[in-house]
């Protein structure tokens, strides 16, 4: 029951009170230190019911209103569904108090957790883990099975509280959340309801239903908008939707991104602007324009097939990247005019560029520099996940390789190695000869979810470690220990040398 009462904590994030109002059984001093906490905060109200049936009977939804956490522990048993997310109240829509009105999405007090429904059991729970981890926001707070399938809990760090500003903007950025969280995972799983709604009911986490839950795994709201951003970026749709929002200068449109788009002979040499210039011009001209990632990258793939030397699809798919990172506002200026000396067709054009362009944001220096290591850290932990296995979660090199791979000077590598969280190194030999051995946390979670059907017990104690925000080196290096032994019970090759660390 103390691992319920965590979950309930956790989920509802003191949206209701902690003890009723009569007939309580807690003690009289609890009860006042409660209350005189809750005076500072508004608390609201949830709905619960007792089965699956009582949620579409011809008279509404048939249930009873809870505002404690109190009365939520003591009728655990009895309910079936609940509203993990708090309404401003809730109220019967009869003089029995049988059926329950209020639970529209309107009356939301806060929403504490994005919730999606899976209605198959074809995949395990761990593989929800890993395709959360892989293709979604991360690793959920929660999975409960239920008897057709399992639904997952992304939980908010801190509740987002719910206003009618702005035609209920905070609720439709919600919604939006809600619904690439399902797209990320429809792609990979099987049986993700993407019509359920949103902050309805959902089962009713109890002690024989909890198949996954990670406290320390919950959800920055900024960080959830950011990355819905990125999943809208293929799909040429802002998260915020304004009505006759009108561009008042799309670069794409003007004479001199069309004349660029015209020349065919570019190449480049030393000391001269060639195809990755003006291919990184084109696409700050579609990322200041509001065009999507992926429709710049089609629109530069087929510019590059008509190239007389075109480059590498791998090398677009980086310059495209690169100028959706936000660094830069736009195409320079004066880059334009020196590209269509070099390459275009000598016609006088006149540069219509607003934007500016290839301008960084005016940021704080050390805002800048944080900004650079985070980057980095992107970007060398997608080279970890493109190189390693699960058979191999290290991927051997050079320090001069790794970080001419992944475009770092080796004084900022060794600046990143030392504070990420995230990477992992293994440094074995001296000179030329010295080898580096690379992994990251995601990684070696992926191993240990993998691996956890005949070794349970190691798997749920590389997740306890890895789910941590704050990681403690020591217990790590031992994980790290057992997952070499089980990669070498599987015949993998053998990781030899000394411990890792990261430094």
Known sequence: MNKFYEVMDAVLKNGI?????KNSKVSLPLRVEAANKTRSRKTGAIGVVRSKEDLSTPSGVKGYVVTSLETLLEDVSLVSHWNPNVFNYIRYSDEERRFLKGHEETNLQQINTFVVDIDTKKQ???????????????????????PKGFQVYFVLEKPLFISNQNDFRGLRVAKRISENIKQSLVKVLQGVDISCNDFGFFRMPNEHNIRWFSEEMVYDFGSLIAWSKRQDDDKGRGLFVVANEVREHDPTQTAWFQELLKTRHVKGQSGQLGRDNLMFTLALACYSGGKGKGETLDLLDEYNSGLASPLRHSEVEKIVRSAYKGRFKGAHQDYIQELLNEWGSHKEIAIENPMGGWYKFKKEREDRKRSHYDEWEEDLLQYIQQEASLDQPIHWTTQRELCEAVGIPRSSFNVL?????????????????????????????????????????RYKEAVDVLSSEQLNKRILI????????????????SITGKKFNSS
């Open 478 to 493: 031992d994980l790290i220990e057992d997952v070499k032994w089980f990669l070498e019970k599987r015949g993998a090759k």
């Open 124 to 146: 395990p729970y761990t593989e929800i883990l890993t395709a959360a981890l892989d293709h979604s926001v991360g690793v959920p707070t929660l999975v409960l099975e239920t």
């Open 17 to 21: 009170r902690s003890y009723k109002v």
């Open 417 to 457: 190695i030392q504070q990420s969280k995230k990477i992992l190194i293994k440094r074995v030999g001296k000179g030329r000869t010295a080898q580096t051995g690379i992994t990251s946390v995601a990684v070696l979670l992926q191993c240990a979810l993998s691996y956890q059907q005949t070794h349970r017990v």
